[in-house]
């Protein structure tokens, strides 16, 4: 197999950096192998992408050590445009690059730089569309597509050139479940069809280890383990690999297999629900079964947010919402889900007075948002941004805190002694006098998470908390809203992320067109395949796994451990 | 539909396929003449024509009505200026103030003749902006000879536009759900509160523009090859004779308004 990227010791530092971004870093990368790149936030990835790329060094200013040869060019004495004939680069926002208004455009944009006759780059972009299935959306406006058309434009616009390798830089954190499979069939098919070698960084462990023929573990700037899905998760002493999850069948297999009792052979790591039940059979799991999980019911307050026939329509015409009856009551924890465009976000707004309804009344704490202004309903509802950086503007941590009390008229001494608090709860007491921007994006996002903290708000909306958020900070910050809720704070979440919704919620709205399509308990929503399907969500491994084998949804592993081996 | 940078227009509409160079150049005589003009009763036809050609040219006339407040603040400023401001004679003084400016019916008229070529300049970019889409600027400023490097960088950055905006819609809620009120204080106050948005802005901005470099990069746009085009517009026969009107048309304005008085204020000179 011919090697086309070789990485040799490579260390990598910003100009601006005061450490290392890659520290000797040696990869292979072979002709039409499928690699997936995963990791902790922070670990490199995407700076490995870049060198990749020959972005770095090329159009990067730091000091390079060791090598990188692409397709046996030297990427520091290689012109960039020699290298990006052979790579095609795919970033993880798909708003920001797209440089034209239509898809034909976008498309065609990367072939005039090459300078194709015309008549040749009309073919090539039909010929492009439509292997990338979007040969519908052709005179379409791209910015105006669903998540995961967005990013098959982006795809198409960087195979037309038919470059050797591609390299995608998590271009799945921002999609719906729909989206993200569209990537993936997309890139499978792409592999198989055009023999393209396949880079793609990101988080989603389960569905990567359906395609990728390797993966590449990365933390603190190193490659800490690399191998087929198989190898890596091969022989692990503890149920993550340093903050890489396992998918949920294989972490299964793992504690499944530590309960002597049951004196399961290993025969190999199950990664899909497929090999996990062809493993261990369906008879011999049966035998294991043993009750329905019974569902703790906690007493909930008063309903403390309303929304009763609420439409709101922008002023181009779009209905977001369209007759949401909604009733949020004290010490709930709340998720809303439903695939890209159709309303979440609105919605959110609407429950926290950003927005008016159109018709329909919203009602926080029995009064009309109408007559409320927004900086009062602050103190009572908090709101935390899927995008950190949108809601820090102070000149240091201490400040960024400090802000919403100043506005709420409480005394420095008050200001201090609540601030302080907040800040060693997320951890970031060290660092209060240090400018919010120097922080890493976990620590931000722990900051932006304070800022509505220290208000004590008595309900606290959060939006996408996990979007571009590696697997530890998804979980740290949900078990702080888990924290918050058990003392009676009002969750509601927004996100895409299945497992964590049936791991933390207590009851699920599914919005689709801005209608809501299903309201009720987690156990519930799970379980109904058909409206998942229908919506194009899925529940987590473990609930379809436990539905498959007894007709019981379990929410979370241990759930499903607990209905095995309880016998 | 045809998506242009501010709205959907009819793909049948006359103004959306027409030559790039034309469209860029409508715009700009528009504006031009505005400068030139200052009839009062020339400047109500053209606004009259302009309106009604919106529905000739299938772009929705409520694309005005988006821009009403903004006109009615430039309408006042413009107005208040003048009353308080201008010595400019007239036939009858109504007030003189104690600043040693007066109000005349000059005034008046001078003040009602700047407000209609605010409103010229006003109706005639939205028309022709509404059917602009981003390969016409592109297109238009490489067909001026203007180099592509340029002349899409200035497109892009119009593209842009809308990616900064929303980010400062976003900053700027937060700051809100935060306590921050920017509908009170003074003057100061409200500059304080503003000048917050600042730093994430630039923050956020920087990154944008990082992400945007690599993406060009990424996407060719530094390559030293001859570049070429996927779309191949024409003048014809009637684009021609379009430019002519309109290279025509501006000379002719200014030649009327520098040897006779046809489109000059009526009554000037004053005194």
Request: hydrophobic share 45%; charged share 25%.
């Amino acid at each position: 197999m011919t090697c086309l990227i070789k990485i040799e010791d490579l260390w990598w530092r910003y100009e601006a950096g005061k450490d290392w971004a890659l520290r000797g870093v040696s990869l292979e990368i072979n002709e039409g192998e499928f690699v997936g790149i995963t990791g902790p936030s922070g670990a490199g990835k995407t700076t490995l992408c870049l060198c990749m790329a020959g972005i770095i060094p090329n159009a990067v200013r730091g000091i390079m050590r060791g090598s990188v040869s692409i397709l046996g060019k030297d990427s520091k004495t290689t012109p960039l445009s020699k290298i990006m004939e052979d790579v095609g680069v795919v970033f993880q926002d798909p708003e920001i690059q797209f440089v034209t208004m239509r898809v034909i455009d976008e498309v065609a944009f990367v072939l005039e730089n090459q300078g194709m006759p015309r008549r040749e780059m009309m073919t090539r972009v039909d010929e492009v569309l439509s292997l990338v299935g979007i040969s519908d959306l052709k005179f379409k406006n791209p910015l105006e597509l669903s998540g995961g058309q967005k990013q098959r434009v982006a795809i198409a616009s960087m195979i037309a050139r038919r470059p050797k390798v591609m390299i995608l830089d998590e271009p799945t954190s921002d999609l719906d479940p729909q989206g993200k499979r569209e990537v993936f069939s997309t890139l499978s098919k792409l592999k198989e069809k055009e023999d393209l070698t396949v880079i793609l960084v990101c988080h989603e462990i389960e569905e990567l280890v359906k395609y990728a023929d390797r993966i590449v573990f990365m933390r603190e700037g190193e490659v800490i383990r690399e191998g087929s899905p198989r190898d890596v998760f091969a022989n692990l002493t503890s149920t993550n690999l340093n903050g890489l999850p396992l998918p949920q069948v294989t972490e299964l297999y793992y504690r499944l297999s530590r309960v002597k009792k049951l004196n399961l052979t290993m025969n190999g790591i199950p990664l899909t629900i497929e090999e996990f039940l062809m493993l261990f059979g369906e008879k011999t799991m049966e035998s294991y079964r043993l009750k329905r999980p019974e569902g703790v019911e906690t007493e909930l307050g008063e309903v403390i947010l309303s929304l009763k026939g609420v439409t709101y329509e922008y002023p181009d015409g779009t209905e977001a919402v369209r007759g949401v009856d909604l009733d949020v009551r004290r010490g709930e924890f709340l998720a809303i889900i439903g695939p890209n465009g159709s309303g979440k976000t609105t919605l959110l707004k609407l429950m926290i007075g950003l927005l008016k309804p159109t018709k329909g009344v919203v009602k926080l704490f029995g009064m009309d948002s109408r007559e409320l202004r927004v900086s009062d309903i602050a103190l009572k509802v908090g709101f935390v941004y899927q995008n950190p950086d949108h809601q820090l503007f102070c000149n240091t941590v201490y400040e960024e805190c400090a802000y919403a009390l100043r506005n709420a008229g409480l005394s420095e001494s008050q200001i201090r002694e609540r601030v302080d608090r907040v800040l060693r709860e997320v951890g970031l007491l060290e660092v209060k006098d240090v400018p919010p921007y120097f922080l890493s994006k976990g620590q931000r996002q722990r900051l932006a998470i304070a800022t509505v903290l220290a208000t004590e708000p008595e309900v606290i909306v959060v939006d996408e908390p996990t979007t571009g958020q590696d697997y530890i900070q998804s979980r740290y910050i949900m078990e702080m809203l888990k924290l918050l809720n058990s003392s009676e704070k009002t969750i509601v979440v927004v996100t895409h992320n299945m497992r964590l919704v049936a791991e933390y919620a207590k009851r699920v709205i599914v919005l689709v067109d801005g209608k809501v399509v299903a309201n009720g308990p987690v156990r519930d929503v799970m379980s109904n395949l058909e409206l998942l399907k229908k919506v194009s969500l899925s529940p987590p491994q473990v609930t379809s796994l436990t539905l498959k084998l007894y007709g019981i949804p379990s929410l979370t592993i241990d759930e499903a451990l607990f209905m095995m081996v309880s016998k | 539909m045809v998506k242009t940078f501010f709205l959907h227009v009819e793909d049948d509409s006359p103004l959306i396929n027409l030559h790039p160079l034309l469209k860029i150049l409508l715009l700009v005589v528009i504006n031009v003449e505005a400068w030139i003009i200052e009839n009062p009763l020339i400047l109500i036809l053209i606004i009259v024509c302009l309106l009604l050609s919106f529905k000739f040219f299938k772009v929705p006339l409520s694309r005005i009505v988006k821009f009403l407040v903004f006109a009615i603040v430039i309408v006042q400023a413009i107005t208040v200026s003048y009353l308080l401001g201008s010595t400019i004679p007239g036939n009858t003084v109504f007030f003189k103030l104690p600043w040693g400016t007066y109000i005349s019916d000059m005034t008046l008229l001078y003040a009602f003749t700047v407000v209609l070529r605010f409103l010229l300049m006003l109706i005639g970019s939205t028309l022709f902006l509404a059917v602009m889409r981003d390969v016409d600027i592109t297109y238009g400023l490489i067909s001026m000879k203007v180099p592509f490097s340029i002349a899409f960088m200035i497109t892009l950055t119009l593209r842009m536009a809308s990616i900064f905006l929303n980010d400062y819609f976003k900053v700027r809620d937060a700051m809100v759900l935060r306590g921050t009120d920017f509908s009170t204080g003074n003057v100061l106050e409200k500059a304080r509160k503003y000048s917050r948005l600042a730093v994430p802005l630039m923050v956020l901005g920087v990154r944008r523009m990082m992400e945007l470099t690599y993406v060009l990069e990424a996407k060719g746009l530094g390559f030293k090859r001859k570049r070429t085009y996927l779309y191949q517009f024409s003048l014809g026969v009637s684009g021609k004779l379009i430019l002519i009107g309109l290279t025509l048309l501006i000379a002719l304005s200014i030649a009327a308004k520098v040897s006779s008085r046809a489109l000059s204020f009526p009554g000037w000179p004053l005194g």
